[in-house]
Nanobody, 123 residues
Framework: VQLQASGGGLVQAGGSLSLSCAVS????????MGWFRQAPGHEREFVAA????????GYADSVKGRFTISRAGTTNAVFLQMNSLKPEDTAVYYC?????????????????WGQGTLVTVSS
């Protein structure tokens, strides 16, 4: 399984960005997908996750109500819509995949990772 994240960029505070993660292979529907981020000098942290059926989602408290995760089985992709962005959202964002039924917030549970895409929010 290979993951390719895209969509990062520079945006002003209060703006929006939409990240995408393309997933190779024919087993996309068997993977729970997650988004994580890592800011300079900080550990990688959970942002959002969606189960393989799309029936359950989870969010970090810091992004709840502002970010929305979704997935499209027809295109083997997972998305992260980010609204009302804040300077503290600045980080490299990674998508990840794990073959489980339920989502997890622990990065070490995920088996596959994309290369990351940089999001910079200016104040």
């Amino acid at each position: 399984v290979q993951l390719q994240a895209s969509g990062g960029g520079l945006v002003q505070a209060g703006g929006s960005l939409s990240l995408s993660c393309a997933v190779s292979g024919r087993t996309f529907s068997t993977y729970t997908m997650g988004w994580f981020r890592q800011a300079p000098g900080h550990e990688r942290e959970f942002v959002a996750a969606i189960t393989r059926t799309g029936g359950d989602t989870g969010y970090a408290d810091s992004v709840k109500g502002r970010f929305t995760i979704s997935r499209a089985g027809t295109t083997n992709a997972v998305f992260l819509q980010m609204n009302s962005l804040k300077p503290e959202d600045t980080a490299v964002y990674y998508c990840a995949a794990v073959r489980t039924m339920y989502y997890t917030r622990a990065p070490d549970r995920y088996d596959y990772w994309g290369q990351g895409t940089l999001v910079t929010v200016s104040s």
